[in-house]
């Protein structure tokens, strides 16, 4: 079975900085695309970020410039660099995975339980 378990939210000033963490336990043979959402207060869920096995990533609009995310594929981790917050930026953040167990036969999507970013005005 596998696990997402993210931190790093916290409450923090309208120009200022976090950065969130993900990091994936189990037996997994591989990570494929891990991605960060967002859901807002009374919001859907929006796609923040994405980043592929290989590396390649992809913003919605409102965070390019000012979120950046990486991975580490030794750790199982995927991070989400969030700087110039803004009050719209608050919502719980959730980050997912998908990828295999067994290469070719068994497939996963995960997701973690969320983490509240706060960016007060």
């Known amino acids: 079975q596998v696990q997402l378990v993210e931190s790093g939210g916290d409450l923090v000033q309208a120009g200022g900085s976090l950065r969130l963490s993900c990091a994936a336990s189990?037996?997994?043979?591989?990570?494929?695309?891990m991605h960060w959402y967002r859901q807002a207060p009374g919001k859907q869920r929006e796609l923040v970020a994405v980043i592929t096995s290989g590396g390649k990533t992809n913003y919605t609009d409102s965070v390019k410039g000012r979120f950046t995310i990486s991975r580490d594929n030794a750790k199982n981790t995927v991070y989400l660099q969030m700087n110039s917050l803004k009050p719209e930026d608050t919502a719980v953040y959730y980050c997912?995975?998908?990828?295999?167990?067994?290469?070719?036969?068994?497939?996963?999507?995960?997701w973690g339980q969320g983490t509240l970013v706060t960016v007060s005005s």
């Open positions: 189990g037996s997994i043979f591989s990570i494929n695309a």
């Open positions: 997912n995975a998908e990828g295999e167990l067994v290469r070719g036969v068994e497939y996963f999507e995960v």
